[in-house]
């Protein structure tokens, strides 16, 4: 009797120094957040993102966009393969996916982003091994509705994370994800993570181009910035990094799809986990920037500064700025393009009622305006030359190899628009009805996504080419073009595939979309079908092949490497014409870092962090753990993993 009382006893003491245990370990983590929020924000050396052809968000633009991501908590909604069973679901959102090496912090970002620990980081290569998809929603953990949201529990967007490819990774995720890229519809962006210290990459260049082949707008963010933060020129460091990715990415050629801004982050890894509950994101930086990208690329900005306008979010800032700024979409200072938004929305302001002002824009006009590019007047068509070799992005362990070399320069938007006039006027190839219907379309002033997605399933489903090569490889290849817009080589290359003109014109659908992102919109968008016709993973793969005909050994080759980037860039001081949002900074000094060398940088990847010492709660801590033993040197153990 006596013993079954001392045992209650014993497990009752037990249940309660654990209690005791738990309550210190939250004190412990409260005062780490504190000090490390003491010496970390804003981080005096950080530089931030590059702006060269849009503007830098405002204050109040970041204050909207940490105000929707604070609201709008993820829900995973699939993985793996999962997206092949919602090809056909009419409520698909608008899909920003993040690509890159292995380990560059693809799952890091969405994390923050999110200010959720929902995706596994670790610093061992691979470690993402199927893509994850998470719609964010506002609305409570249980799903119940947020005050202020108009009871709208309905997701806004899907934030995509991808297993990475190079080191560590192997084909078939590749085969899946080059299958993926073609495949969706409702893609908005990639941002293409790069590691600011590597630059980029064989790999890198490859998945643009397959990005570019797709008609997937993308964007640059560079990763780990904070590998600067301890040089004293930590801004002419990061400049002149930036600056050779956005030569080496062709950033600068006309009409390319990837956007002239690059977005700078770091200390990612310093943030604070805790379960799945929101997480402090400590001295991370960028992370604003690129939620504001993310909801302009999902046309979500003008819902989001609404939002924080009307929850008093932005009270504190003056009026002026307070609005959605004219800026925000317009021409940046050194007259680059417009961004596609603010084009499209002007474009598709015409009303679209008999009370309206005619328009008689023709087809040729409209994708002139909107793409600022010269039309082609005629093209000679050849057969599509056999796809040669296969290219690999994806590869085991052991055949990793980096190598930087500039075998490719991306697709650009007159390329496709190129490819997609010159099926439009080949009516015997394509059908006259579906360019019957795109010329009324645009002629009537409005944009009928809904029939032209309907031509266009059609087309797809009467297509028997889905085998032939892609197209854009042969044209924008810049070894074979003396051109270096890669414009008029196009002339002289195969057609396009039905897959090319599907994507061009989903793209412009989705650039023409308003920044209202009515719902309206939205499901015009996302009841577009999925190309028909397709053979899984061959076809991906013959794809891809075709788009890159890559041949490690030739691009390897000195000899082989392409032309420069149009406009005079890349001399490794930038410019001066883009716009840096930079916060305070050291005085320049001329310093050559260490860690340039990627090796370097492995090496202190995978360095084991420090053990922890501490005072005060956290010594205490300390001894309570090496009184408790064994359950709680684990349970310390699985926080500090947590953490990291
Ligand atoms: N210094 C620094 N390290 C970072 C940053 N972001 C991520 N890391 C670290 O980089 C490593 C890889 O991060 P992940 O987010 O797992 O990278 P990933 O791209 O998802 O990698 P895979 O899933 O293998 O493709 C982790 O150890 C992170 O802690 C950053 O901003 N700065
Ligand atoms: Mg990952």
Not at 313 to 336: C, H, M, N, T
Not at 440 to 446: E, F, I, L, R
Not at 554 to 579: I, M, V
Request: overall charge positive; proline content about 6%; aromatic content about 6%.
């Amino acid at each position: 009797m006596q013993g079954s009382t001392c045992s209650s006893c014993l497990l009752l003491s037990r249940s309660r120094f654990h209690r005791l245990l738990i309550e210190l370990q939250n004190g412990r983590r409260r005062v780490h957040s504190r000090r490390s929020r003491q010496k970390a924000q804003p981080h005096p050396n950080a530089a931030e993102s590059w702006y060269w052809q849009t503007t830098p968000p405002t204050r109040t633009n970041l204050a909207a966009a940490d105000h929707f991501f604070k609201h709008n908590s993820p829900t995973r909604i699939w993985t793996g393969e999962g997206w092949r069973d919602r090809q056909n679901d009419s409520q698909e959102l608008p899909e920003i996916i993040f690509l890159g090496r292995s380990n560059v912090g693809k799952s890091s970002i969405i994390n923050a982003l999110t200010s959720c620990d929902i995706n596994r980081v670790s610093s061992v290569p691979g470690a993402t091994k199927a893509m994850a998809a998470w719609t964010l929603a506002a609305k409570t953990p249980e799903g119940g509705a947020i005050k202020g949201w108009d009871g709208d529990v309905n997701p806004k967007l899907t934030l995509v994370d991808m297993p990475g490819y190079g080191h560590g990774s192997q084909t078939e995720w590749g085969n899946s994800i080059v299958e993926y890229l073609s495949k969706r519809r409702n893609i908005r962006r990639a941002f293409v993570l790069i590691d600011v210290l590597h630059g980029i990459w064989e790999r890198d260049l490859d998945i643009l181009k397959i990005l570019g082949s797709s008609a997937i707008p993308y964007q640059i963010v560079a990763t780990k910035c904070d590998r600067f933060a301890h040089l004293e020129d930590i801004e002419g460091e990061t400049r002149s990094a930036f600056t050779k990715i956005r030569s080496e990415a062709y950033l600068d050629v006309d009409d390319s799809l990837g956007l002239g801004e690059i977005i700078a982050t770091g200390f990612l890894d310093g943030i604070t986990t805790k379960n799945s509950t929101r997480i402090w994101r400590g001295a991370a930086f960028g992370i604003p920037n690129l939620q504001w990208a993310v909801l302009r690329a999902a046309g979500l900005e003008t819902y989001a500064m609404q939002k924080a306008e009307s929850h008093g979010v932005l009270k504190k800032f003056p009026a002026e700025d307070r609005v959605l700024s004219s800026q925000e979409d317009s021409i940046s200072e050194d007259g680059g393009q417009e961004s596609s938004q603010n084009e499209s929305s002007k474009m598709f302001s015409i009303p679209s009622t008999s009370s309206g002002p005619e328009t008689s824009v023709s087809v040729e006009d409209f994708l002139r305006d909107i793409l600022n590019s010269p039309l082609r007047q005629a093209s000679t068509r050849q057969p599509p030359k056999p796809a040669s070799k296969r290219a690999k992005i994806f590869f085991s362990l052991t055949e990793d190899q980096y190598m930087p070399s500039h075998s490719w320069k991306p697709s650009s938007r007159s390329s496709l628009l190129d490819d997609w006039l010159e099926d439009a006027e080949s009516p015997s190839d394509m059908g006259s009805s579906y360019t019957g219907n795109k010329r009324q379309d645009y002629s009537a002033g409005k944009f009928n996504e809904t029939s032209a997605t309907k031509s266009d399933a059609a087309r797809r489903r009467s297509s028997t080419g889905s085998s032939a090569p892609m197209w854009s490889h042969e044209r924008s290849d810049s070894r074979t073009s003396p051109d270096p817009r890669g414009t008029a080589s196009s002339r002289d290359q195969p057609a396009p595939s039905r897959k090319g003109v599907a994507h061009t014109v989903d793209a412009l659908g989705a650039m023409s979309r308003p920044s209202s992102n009515t719902d309206a919109n939205a499901n015009a968008h996302h009841s577009q079908p999925p190309i028909s016709g397709g053979k899984g993973v061959l076809r991906g793969m013959d794809a891809l092949e075709a788009m890159s005909g890559f041949d490690s050994r030739r691009s390897s080759n000195p000899k082989s490497r392409p032309l420069q980037a149009s406009k005079g860039h890349g001399n490794g001081k930038g410019n001066g014409k883009g716009q840096w949002s930079t916060r305070g900074t050291n005085p320049s000094s001329p310093s050559a870092y260490r860690d340039r060398h990627p090796d370097s940088t492995r090496k202190e990847q995978s360095r084991p962090a420090a053990p922890g010492k501490g005072k005060g709660v956290t010594r205490g801590m300390d001894a309570l753990e090496a009184m408790l033993g064994g359950d709680s040197a684990h349970g310390r153990k699985t926080g500090s993993q947590r953490r990291k």
